[in-house]
């Protein structure tokens, strides 16, 4: 399964949008991008993936870009409720598939 | 989204003793459940995946003699410290993946071991 960058941490103003980067050069033609995210003491929860469309639900957004070398977490209207780390995972959809996660994006949501 | 839930949430054994972390798949049949451990301020790591009637496979490093796993049915897969020390200690997370809809993986809410 492809590693993934993302940066160590992330400042977001209450009610703005906050865009979470996250780096996957080396990802291959069968894996997706997952991200989730950890609430301190809890076990992640899912937000989102996708393979090369540009996907949205209820929480987030997820931009993926042409050469799917990298993506872009989007939660439009942060809350102090969305302070947590966030993890980028890329693997593929088969049973040999397993989530790898690396450091994540510690990101705080300031009033 | 499917719910996994782990029992005990929390767990204070003394060292040498043995501790059980149950996990299980409350409204859907997971083929495949996934061990993790987390230290503090430190990110999740992978310890083992097991596979319904199986033998788990272990990640490198990861004693498979002290960390049991048993897979038995569809919706529970048991850890199992043998022989604990405070190095144990640690926040251990499972993880199941749906039979029906591959790629799906859903966590549990976690197990807190304290060894004494």
């Known amino acids: 399964d492809a590693k993934t960058t993302q940066p160590t941490s992330m400042d977001c103003a209450e009610g703005r949008a906050a865009n979470l980067p996250c780096n996957h050069s080396t990802i291959s033609g069968n894996e997706y991008v997952y991200w989730y995210r950890q609430i301190h003491s809890q076990g992640p929860q899912y937000i989102i993936h996708g393979l090369k469309n540009n996907e949205t639900n209820e929480m987030a957004s997820l931009i993926i870009t042409e050469d799917r070398k990298s993506s872009t977490l989007i939660l439009p209207h942060a809350t102090l409720r969305d302070t947590a780390v966030y993890y980028c995972i890329v693997r593929s959809n088969t049973n040999a598939g397993k989530s790898t996660f690396g450091d994540g994006t510690t990101l705080t949501v300031k009033p | 989204g499917a719910v996994v839930s782990q029992h005990p949430s929390r767990v204070i054994c003394k060292s040498g003793t043995s501790v059980k972390i149950e996990c299980r798949s409350l409204d859907f049949q997971a083929t495949t459940m996934f061990w993790y451990r987390q230290f503090p301020k430190q990110s999740l790591m992978l310890m083992a995946t097991?596979?319904?009637?199986?033998?788990?496979?272990?990640e490198q490093g990861v004693e498979k003699d002290k960390f049991l796993i048993n897979h038995a049915s569809l919706t529970l897969s048991t850890l199992t410290v043998t022989s604990a020390h405070p190095e144990d200690s640690s926040f251990y997370i499972c993880?199941?993946?749906?039979?029906?809809?591959?790629?799906?993986?859903?966590f549990g809410p976690g197990t807190r071991l304290t060894v004494l």
């Open positions: 097991s596979n319904e009637g199986s033998k788990a496979t272990y």
């Open positions: 993880s199941a993946r749906e039979a029906l809809i591959i790629g799906e993986q859903f």
